[in-house]
């Protein structure tokens, strides 16, 4: 389910955007509380423009809307970037669109536009209750083991440009090289956690290994474009738990991505924090885990491992990498489900 963000219900002045334009805040009509964001009046011909630049992270928005105007002629429109993707027209009142995709560092336009004649209604529209909201993770793909190479690419589809990319990597020999552009966030030569923001094209991580070698299992996420906040890793020979102790800073909203390596057949008993396996792989040499899982509330957390058994000696290490966003407190309570029923709004 996607996270929320941020909400404006334009009941005061300060907004929780930037906005510029020539829009204003009324209290002669709202879809929530008493006010709400109205077009100014408008000349033929004309255009009256609201833009909002994205809070950090979002990936989707949704607002309420009402428009009052020359059916057919007179619209009120919804711009991401420069792509029209909502219109209406005529005398509709207030409704609420689904939640829209949106290009993390983009504009988003609120428009009035007018043709060249007659006018209808009270000629202008309205916006109110304004959220964003971000992706919760996704798995893109999995591999569990390459090409007896040095040369291993892990390889997706589906990535959305300006998403972070996040790649938990393990190899049984080091990894002298990777792809321009990534950055190993986390961990090691053979144990890593690499990351970039999306552009188009970005489909795969090429890695160069010290010696060619089959062992190689990955797990490639999608997810808002966070920043990395913390890192921990714990390793030791035969040990019967693996713990990483991470401080949890106070109003984040994020999840944790962790892995385990073990030189011989490993089984887990206990998982902390209901970490859940996104993948899992083993052999007679080489065991990883990958995981992912919300943050618990603020405060010193335990991440941890445990109950290890194996079939003999091995080294092992754990390792977490945590990304969150510390996004503005919504500004009012939210019914995610309000709608005007018999209201529809023109969507592609």
Not at 14 to 24: C, D, E, M, Q, Y
Not at 175 to 194: E, K, L, M, Q, T
Not at 254 to 283: E, I, M, Q
Request: charged share 15%.
């Amino acid at each position: 389910m996607p996270v929320l963000l941020v909400t404006e219900d334009f009941e005061d002045a300060s907004l929780a955007f930037s906005v510029t334009g020539s829009w204003t805040r009324v209290n002669t009509t709202a879809g929530d509380g008493s006010w709400s964001y109205k077009a100014p009046a408008t000349s033929d011909n004309g255009t009256s423009d609201a833009v909002v630049t994205l809070p950090a992270g979002a990936t989707g928005v949704r607002f309420k809307w009402r428009v009052s105007s020359e059916a057919t002629w007179d619209f009120l429109r919804f711009l991401v970037g420069s792509n029209v993707v909502f219109e209406v027209s005529g005398e509709l009142g207030w409704a609420q669109t689904p939640i829209i995709p949106v290009t993390p560092g983009s504009t988003i336009t609120f428009r009035y536009v007018k043709d060249s004649g007659s006018i209808g209604g009270s000629d202008t529209a309205w916006i109110d209750t304004v959220e964003f909201f971000a992706d919760t993770p996704t798995v893109l793909t999995t591999m569990s083991s390459g090409p007896s190479s040095t040369s291993q690419t892990i390889s997706w589809s589906g990535v959305i440009p300006g998403r972070r990319l996040v790649v938990a990597v393990n190899t049984h020999v080091a990894v002298n090289s990777f792809s321009g552009g990534w950055v190993r966030d986390a961990g090691d030569s053979s144990r890593g956690i690499y990351s970039k923001i999306a552009a188009s094209g970005d489909t795969s991580l090429a890695l160069t290994l010290a010696s060619a070698d089959t062992r190689v299992m990955a797990t490639a996420y999608q997810m808002p474009p966070w920043a990395l906040l913390t890192e921990g890793a714990n390793g030791s020979n035969s040990p019967s738990s693996l713990i990483v102790t991470e401080t949890i800073p106070a109003a984040l909203e994020g999840w944790v991505f962790g892995l385990c390596k073990a030189g011989n057949p490993l089984n887990a008993a206990v998982y902390s924090h209901d970490l859940r396996r996104d993948f899992t792989a083993s052999g007679t040499q080489n065991y990883a885990d990958f995981t992912s899982v919300p943050l618990p509330g603020p405060g010193s957390a335990e991440f941890q491992v445990s109950s290890l058994t194996t079939s003999g000696g091995f080294h092992t290490q754990w390792v977490v990498a945590s990304y969150g966003l510390m996004p503005p407190t919504p500004r009012r309570p939210l019914n995610p489900g309000l709608s005007v029923a018999g209201r529809r709004a023109s969507l592609w």
